[in-house]
């Protein structure tokens, strides 16, 4: 069996082109046909109008370093994966493939409802909320979304419990896991039929790269229906970037592991001293939920993504300046720590919410850099 930071750097091995050890920048959008024209096919004379697979034409449709990526995404998610140019790319996918005429959807990232509503002006799909009535509406090919640890607040829904409310109906249920990529979480082992993830987030790591991928529950199918869409909504994830991403996720494991235990660190040292802050309201985070499911969700560390609230707007504005190593920005999952009051870039985000995430210096100096903002309001 190979184990999980193996599969890191060889799963996409067989896919090598040149000696190089680092699989080179391929910048081409287009490749040359075979030489021998008995090898040569009019497209539609082929098995389902699909060129081979080991055939590179264009590179809207594939190219060498996003075969690559693919296949390490196959390996560490355990399921058909298909990559994308962003996370919303990915969710735009999901929505275009399934169809669904309603969706279930809750607090999550605000793109993602941006898209549905974007569906719901053209096509009149219906959106629902989690409540037992409107769950009780969904009909089969339908979906329930659920973001688990959810953006921003960095707590967990439980996922059996929302993929039995979905199975019961014949609908379909997808998981945003940017918040907590495997090996923290592996939503297919609580029922989930479609994994979602932003890739510019933990896996790219490094804050230059936008991409995502979608995992489908044994979709060795689906995953060729996805990549024709691809192919025609033109959001394969580009040369560059594949580059990029691959060489991020030779170290994923590495930042992953790192970043959630440091960002427990944190937001276990903020929660023990609430009291010595006079601005400090309330943290939230996996790691400060009770309910059994968390732990077992997330056996092997919780996202490094947390929130806290201070008592007022202007709290929050300001806070951020008076930090040394949290860059004020969006965004999460690298190697810097970020804060950020979200409501600069999140329509639905409380005023006084901040958002942090755990990067990969010491976290002891992220606690000393935290501590002296949060008094210096006292
Ligand atoms: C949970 C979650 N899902 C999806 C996305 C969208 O990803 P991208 O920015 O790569 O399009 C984000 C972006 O912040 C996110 O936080």
């Keep these: 069996m190979t184990r999980f930071s193996t599969k890191l750097v060889h799963s996409d091995d067989p896919l090598n082109r040149v000696p190089d050890v680092v699989s080179p920048i391929n910048v081409a959008t287009t490749f040359r046909y075979p030489t021998d024209p008995n090898e040569l096919h009019a497209v539609a004379d082929l098995p389902d109008g699909r060129y081979p697979e080991d055939q590179l034409i264009y590179s809207r449709l594939a190219h060498p370093n996003g075969e690559k990526v693919e296949a390490i995404f196959d390996s560490i998610l355990g399921q058909p994966s298909v ?3 962003s996370g919303l790319a990915a969710f735009y996918a999901l929505i275009t493939k399934f169809n669904p005429k309603r ?22 799909l219906v959106q629902l909320s989690y409540s037992e009535e409107d769950l009780d509406k969904l009909q089969a090919g339908d979906l329930i979304h659920i973001e688990t640890p959810v953006n921003p607040l960095g707590t967990s829904k439980d996922i059996k419990w929302f993929a039995e409310k ?23 082992l609580f029922g989930a039929d479609i994994v979602l993830h932003s890739a510019t987030k933990y896996f790219g790591g490094h804050s230059d790269l936008l991409a995502g991928v979608l995992a489908v529950k044994s979709g060795e199918e689906i995953k060729k229906d996805l990549i024709d869409d691809r192919m025609y909504l033109g959001t394969n994830i580009g040369n560059f970037e594949a580059y990029l991403l691959l060489r991020s996720l030779r170290s994923y494991d590495l930042r992953i592991l790192k970043q959630s235990s440091s960002a427990e660190k944190v937001v276990k040292f903020l929660d023990s001293n609430k009291d010595r802050f006079k601005v400090l309201q309330k943290i939230t985070h996996s790691s400060l939920q009770q309910e059994p499911f968390v732990k077992e969700q997330l056996p092997n560390g919780f996202g490094a993504v947390f929130s806290i609230f201070v008592d007022s707007k202007e709290t929050a504005k ?3 300046s008076k930090l040394k190593y949290f860059h004020h920005a969006t965004s999460l999952g690298g190697v810097e720590s970020l804060i950020e009051w979200r409501a600069v870039t999140d329509p639905y985000a409380d005023k006084s919410l901040l958002r942090v995430s755990i990067g990969t210096e010491d976290p002891q100096d992220l606690i000393e850099d935290l501590e002296q903002a949060l008094l210096s309001f006292n």
């Design 83 to 85: 990559i994308y140019s």
């Design 103 to 124: 969706v279930a959807i809750g607090p999550c990232y605000h793109g993602c409802k941006k898209i549905l509503d974007i569906h719901t002006r053209n096509f009149g």
């Design 318 to 320: 300001y806070l951020p």
């Design 166 to 188: 979905a199975h019961s109906k014949g609908a379909l249920l997808s998981v945003d896991s940017t918040f907590a990529p495997v090996p923290l979480q592996d939503p297919f």
